[in-house]
Structures are given as structure tokens and as C-alpha cells.
């Protein structure tokens, strides 16, 4: 232990000195980046949207079998104790050794998509992956080009020359911590002696809902599915 990490609190007549644990500086923390991509999004939203989008929640979350470098929930998943609802936009942790340039680029392409979102405009099809013309035209007034691929339309973005150089004035600093995919939860469970523990076999099934009808359909892995009724995508619960 670094005696760094010890606090001694001076004696008192009813009470003895006692030692108290205080968190280093050096624990890691997804707090930083999390806080940091908060602010990029006000000053993203000043710049390039004149502060037209409304602030939603931003997240962490791994991107599992989805191959992407984030996402906007195409719905608002949040709701606060106002009761207040907000849209999500994901930046994938296991992408976080990216140049800071091309994280702030997959941001500014979430954000995009919120623009759409917030003016009803339907900029995805195909399960909500190909990117249509619609999210070209968007992209490329907000500081990206947009360019097209077969298999997801128009989703290969990059920062024009103007938003790089925004960019590069803010100083930026590449983000520490990323979520290394060399290892899965399975490999690092166990008990406090690091033995490990058969832990009982949990369903694969997943349950997906239409959030206007309340279709309900289930599948053993990840699937995009949409209520041909409601043209509503259906989410997990």
C-alpha cells in the first residue's frame, strides 16, 4: 500500500486516531471521459448546429456484436425523476485508442443523426444501417463528408478540413482507458481466492417490443426487427 493513499485524522478526547482509506488519483475511471465527452458535445453543438440539439444522455456501452464505433438510440431510452425523456448517444469503449480526431468525428456523426431525429427525418433503413441520401445532406452542412459504401450507404464519414482545424485548436488529449477486447467477462470472473465459480446457465433469449404496440417477439441473439404496422423499430427489455 502508498502511504500516499492514507489519511491520519488527529485524536480527539472521544475518539482515538483513526486511518481512512482515500481514493488515488491514479484509480482508473470512466468518469474523465465521460465528462469530457459532454463537453465536446456542447461545444460540437455550438459550432455546428448553432445549440439546435437538445443535450442527451452519453454513454459507454460496448458495442457487443454491432460493428460500430457508436450509435443514437433512435428512441428517447432515458427518463430522468422529472419524468423527462432524452435520446442516447453511445461512443463504444473498445474504439477508444482512436486517434482523439477520429473519436470526435464518430461524435459528430451521432450527433448528426440526433439532428435528424429531433426534425423527423428517417436518415436510416435496412434495420435502421444503411445511410441514405437524406443523412448525406445533413452531414455534409454539419462539418463532415459523407461517402458511400455497398453494404451501409452513405456511413463512411470524415471532418472537413474546417471541423478538423476546430478540432485541433481545442488541444485535445487521446482518452487513457479503453475496453480491451482481448479478454471476456467470462475469462475474468471468479470468486475472492481467483478460483472459478460454475455459475448457473443463464437463457440466451432475448425480448424484443414494439414501443407503440407492444408487439413482442424473442430471439437467442441480436436481431434488428421492425412492426411492419407501427414502422417502429423494436427495442429490448
Keep these: 500500500m502508498d502511504l500516499s493513499d492514507i489519511v491520519i485524522v488527529p485524536s480527539t478526547k472521544k475518539k482515538r486516531g483513526a486511518i481512512l482509506m482515500k481514493i488515488s ?20 453543438n455550438d459550432k455546428f448546429f448553432d445549440s439546435y440539439l437538445s443535450k442527451p444522455v452519453i454513454t459507454l456501452i460496448e458495442k457487443g456484436r454491432r460493428n460500430a464505433y457508436g450509435w443514437c438510440a433512435t428512441e428517447k431510452v432515458w427518463q430522468d425523476d422529472k419524468e423527462d425523456r432524452h435520446y442516447e448517444i453511445n461512443i463504444c469503449p473498445e474504439h477508444l485508442d482512436r486517434p482523439i480526431e ?44 459523407a461517402q ?17 482545424e476546430f478540432i485541433t485548436s481545442l ?17 475474468t470472473e471468479g470468486d475472492a481466492e481467483g478460483e472459478q465459480e460454475e455459475l448457473p446457465r443463464k437463457s440466451s433469449s ?16 441480436e436481431v434488428w426487427v421492425r412492426c411492419d404496422e407501427c414502422d417502429e423499430l423494436l427495442v429490448t427489455s
Design 206 to 221: 432475448r425480448k424484443y417490443v414494439c414501443p407503440t404496440c407492444d408487439l413482442t417477439v424473442r430471439a437467442t441473439k
Design 171 to 187: 488541444n485535445l488529449k487521446s482518452f487513457e482507458l479503453f475496453r480491451n477486447l482481448n479478454f471476456s467477462i467470462e475469462e
Design 25 to 44: 488519483p491514479k484509480v482508473p475511471s470512466l468518469a474523465p471521459i465521460v465528462n469530457e465527452l459532454d463537453l465536446l458535445f456542447e461545444k460540437f
Design 148 to 164: 458511400k459504401t455497398e453494404k451501409y450507404g452513405f456511413a463512411d464519414t470524415s471532418l472537413k478540413p474546417e471541423a478538423h
Design 102 to 145: 477520429d473519436i470526435c468525428g464518430t461524435l459528430l456523426h451521432e450527433m448528426v443523426h440526433l439532428k435528424n431525429l429531433q426534425d423527423d427525418i428517417q436518415d436510416c433503413s435496412r434495420s435502421s444501417q444503411y445511410h441514405n441520401k437524406k443523412f448525406k445532406i445533413c452531414a455534409e452542412k454539419h462539418g463532415l463528408n
